[in-house]
Each structure stands twice: as C-alpha cells, then as structure tokens.
C-alpha cells in the first residue's frame, strides 16, 4: 500500500472523498465482520470494553497490542506496524490516563505521552492509505470549567479550562482538532467521541491515580476488611459528576463507527449527575462499609460540575442502558473477583 509520504495534499485513499460533516459513511461497518479492526489500548477500561463489545458482535480480525509489544509513543514503530498489518478500521482507546491527582501532579506526562500516542496512531493511520475509519477517544474535561450545563459540543474552546486536568485536556483538543484537519485536507473518516467519566471492569483501583469511583470501591473495601472506623474522601463532596458504565460507552462506540460521520465530535454520556458526597455513600452501601465518612479538604474538588449533553448522540438513536447502582454492584463484583481475589 503506497504511503501518502511527502505532499501535504495526496490521499492515500484518492477515490475516496468524504464530506466534511454529515457524511453517511459508505463502509457499513457492522456488515463488515472480518475486516481487521485495530483496538489501541485494549488492556485498559475502554479499550477491553470495546474489544469485548466487538467479540460479542461477532467481528473476527480484531487486532491487538499490548503497551510492552508496541509503544504507541514510538512513531517509527508505530508507522511500521500499520505498514504490515494494514487495518481497516481503528478505535484509539490507548491513552495516558489518571484521576484528579494524578493529572495535576504529572502534567509533563500527561500533555506529552496523549500528545505522542495520538499524533502518532492518526498520522500512522492516515498514511497507511488502508484505514476506512478512525474513532478517536477524548474526554469531558476537554470543556471549559465553566460551561453551561449540560455542556454541548459547541463548548469546545469558549473559555479557561479546569486547572488540574488542563494539560490532558489540551492533548484530547488536538486530538479532536487533528481529526477534523484529516477530514478536511484528506477527506478522510475521522471522528471523535466524548465520554463523560467512566467506571466498570478492568479499571484502575490505584489508592491514589485512579479517579473516584474505582479509588472509593477500594477505600471502602479495604476499610470494612480492616474494620476502620472511618474512610477519608477528597474535597468537599459538592463537586457533581456523570457516570457512564464502559459497556454503555463501548456500544456508542460501535454505534458511532456505523452511523457517524461528521467534522464535530460528539459527546457520550447518560444525562445524569450525582454530587460526590451522593457517590461515596452510594459506594459505601454496595460495598457494606458501616463506619463513618470524613472530607479531607486539602485535596482539590477539581471543576465543580460537568454534565455533558449528550442529546446530538440521543437524536441518532443511542441511548445508555445501565443505571449507576446496577452498573457499581457489578464492578464491585467484578474487583472482589479479579483484584482482591
Ligand atoms: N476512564 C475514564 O473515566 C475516561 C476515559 N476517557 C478516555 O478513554 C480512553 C481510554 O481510557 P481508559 O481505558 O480509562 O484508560 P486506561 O488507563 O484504563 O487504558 C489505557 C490503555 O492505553 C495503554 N497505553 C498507555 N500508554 C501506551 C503506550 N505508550 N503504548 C501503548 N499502549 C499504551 C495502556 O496500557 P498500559 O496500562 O500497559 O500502559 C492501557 O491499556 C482515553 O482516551 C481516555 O481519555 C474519557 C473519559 C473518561
Ligand atoms: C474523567 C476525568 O477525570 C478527571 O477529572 P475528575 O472528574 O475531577 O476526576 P476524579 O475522578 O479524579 O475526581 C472526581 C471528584 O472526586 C473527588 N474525590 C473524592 N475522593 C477521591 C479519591 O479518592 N480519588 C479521586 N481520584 N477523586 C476523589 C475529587 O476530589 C473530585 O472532586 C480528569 O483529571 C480527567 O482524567 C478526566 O477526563
């Protein structure tokens, strides 16, 4: 397959002209069970949920690799894995990921590493002249810290973005933005999707670098285990999240490979917040934790609200399936069984 090489304006893809926004994509994907789909990160919470999602689906050349086989930050290695494996179709689920305090004590990593990995994968992608479409992954903090609620797509860009996560959220805005360029100089489909935070199997219950949800199922576990008397939370519990079980995400994954096409991203989420202090005492009823909660107000609350509207994604006929006591019973079930053990 020729590389696009040196022209800032050849295709790879020279018959193909895709429409900058509302193209129907010509390549009906769930009819396409045997092409090879490139699954980046499927270790990780989205990417093993969406890889599972594609199985179930009956897709058979789904095409993998670990973080020790192929360093995504690696352009060279990168370029020549897509030169002999000639994928498809590609979902980018592979990403340097953390919660609040990781993000604010790592930025160098966390602007650079999501820098690296995406600009390398798209760019790899797009030059292998073989990928029909790629799915982009971003996140909610890509928005202002203070959009409207629920924030639209058209938030992107309209203000100061929230302090401690700015410098992943500037990598996940080139990374839309380098979608929409490849769309528009290349016309090649590339489109983005905008989860709001996520729980469910194979997340990260680190103490410290998870985000909430997984770092409290942890707290609470370890403190009924110990017989603690208390279990410390950060912030002030005011702050009001969303939260989408992966499965739910890697359906609309799916979804968005079938049926979208277009130049703007688009935002994933269920509509519906819970304040932290909601969250922590709902973990600690499904974990059975019967002591007390204590804030510890030294650690940042982080932006104060972020619900996504999610209503461009409802409108094509998505629409999320696991409600959040549901979905926290089963992770629960699912870290008693693979992490604790
Ligand atoms: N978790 C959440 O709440 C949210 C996540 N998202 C987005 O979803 C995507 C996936 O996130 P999530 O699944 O939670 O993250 P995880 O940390 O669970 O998974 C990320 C995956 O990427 C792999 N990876 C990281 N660096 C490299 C590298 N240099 N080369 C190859 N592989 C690498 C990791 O492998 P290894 O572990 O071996 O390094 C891991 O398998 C990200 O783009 C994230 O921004 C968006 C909104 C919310
Ligand atoms: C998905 C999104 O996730 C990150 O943003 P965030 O929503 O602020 O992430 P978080 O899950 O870490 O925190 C949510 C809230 O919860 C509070 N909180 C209480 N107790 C714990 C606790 O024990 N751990 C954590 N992490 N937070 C806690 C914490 O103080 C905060 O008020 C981005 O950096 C970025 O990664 C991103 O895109």
Redesign the pocket.
Known sequence: MEAAGNGTDSNPNPNRSVPADNFSSEANFLSDKSAKIFVAGHRGLVGSAVHRRLLSLGFTNVLTRSHSELDLTRQSDVEAFFSAELPRYVIVCAAK?????A?STFPADFIAVNLQIQTNVIDAAYRSGCVRKLLFLG???IYPKHAPQPIPESALLTGPLEP??EW?AIAKIAGIKMCQAYRIQHGWDAISAMPT?LYGPWDNFHPEN???LP??IR?FHEAKSNDAKEVV???SGS?L?EFLHVDDLADAVVFLMERYSGLEHVNVGRGREVS?KELAELVKEVVGFRGALVWDSS?????PRKLMDSSKLAAMGWEPKIALKEGLEETYRWYLEHVVK
């Open positions: 990921v953390g919660g609040i305090h993000n996140s909610s903090c401690t996560n992943y935070n998870s985000h909430v770092a409290l707290r939370v950060w912030g702050p999240r932290i650690k940042p609350d982080g932006t």
